[in-house]
């Protein structure tokens, strides 16, 4: 009976203790807190390429949340408002993968991400379906 009530007790303590552990540890900013900006990576020849990539990017501090699509080559990235993020310095980051971005930009508030062309840095022409897996 003692230890019933021994566990309850400990039990009780570890989640009182974890929820703030928890949002110290890793709290997750909300949608709010994070802009969205889009580029198109050149030189990408198939998944491990966009992997690395997508490695080297998440160790920046501003980002948040980056996809990297090995099929359409567009770079999707969460970042902090204040974020510093260039093709320069993107560039310079990715040489170990052998790819480069180019078209980089910060979208509007409430803008979706769309597909772009590398070539034109142009989303889809009017009429065209545009969507972004």
């Known amino acids: ?13 570890a989640i009182l203790l974890w929820g703030p552990m928890a949002t110290a540890w890793g709290q997750v900013p909300s949608n709010d807190a994070v802009v969205l900006v889009q580029g198109v990576v050149l030189g990408m020849h198939g998944p491990e390429q966009a992997r690395l990539a997508r490695q080297a990017i998440t160790g920046i501090p501003e980002v948040r949340m980056v996809r ?25 980051l990715l040489v170990g993968a052998g790819v480069q971005v180019r078209c980089l930009r910060q979208l509007e508030a409430g803008q979706d991400f769309i597909r772009i062309d590398a070539t034109t840095c142009a989303g889809p022409a009017p009429g065209q379906v545009n969507t972004v897996e």
């Not at 009976?1 to 303590?13: E, I, S, T, V």
């Not at 090995?70 to 093709?87: G, K, W």
């Open 1 to 13: 009976m003692r230890n019933n009530f021994l566990r309850k007790d400990l039990l009780a303590a």
């Open 68 to 92: 990297v699509c090995p099929d359409s080559r567009n770079l999707f990235i969460h970042a902090v408002p204040e974020h510093q993020l260039t093709e320069a310095g993107l560039n310079a």
